[in-house]
Nanobody, 114 residues
Framework: QVQLVESGGGLVEPGGSLSLSCAAS????????MAWYRQAPGKQRELVAG???????NYAASVRGRFTMSRDNVKKTVYLQMNSLKPEDTAVYYC????????WGQGTQVTVSS
């Protein structure tokens, strides 16, 4: 049974930082590529960062240089460090494997506003 629990969101001013975590109850977590996705109001869910089973990362152009994704295979947890946040980063953030399971967690709300 898959369970994904995201945490760490909140309200932050433009230019601020947040650190997200996602605990994954997933068998064979270490073999999966994982990703962070986000969905803003009225928009489709989009992939913002991915990490391979070997630790290689890739980022959407809109967040490259500002966001850093990492993983801890022992803890079965992925992280997203978000710096220099912008209002357009406001969204609900989800983690999942890449490509995603049908199951999605509840996500964590990130709001960037002054």
């Amino acid at each position: 049974q898959v369970q994904l629990v995201e945490s760490g969101g909140g309200l932050v001013e433009p230019g601020g930082s947040l650190s997200l975590s996602c605990a994954a109850s997933v068998s064979l977590f270490r073999v999966y590529g994982m990703a962070w996705y986000r969905q803003a109001p009225g928009k489709q869910r989009e992939l913002v960062a991915g990490i391979s089973s070997g630790g290689s990362t890739n980022y959407a152009a809109s967040v490259r240089g500002r966001f850093t994704m990492s993983r801890d295979n022992v803890k079965k947890t992925v992280y997203l460090q978000m710096n220099s946040l912008k209002p357009e980063d406001t969204a609900v953030y989800y983690c999942n494997k890449n490509p995603p399971f049908d199951y999605w967690g509840q996500g964590t709300q990130v709001t960037v506003s002054s």
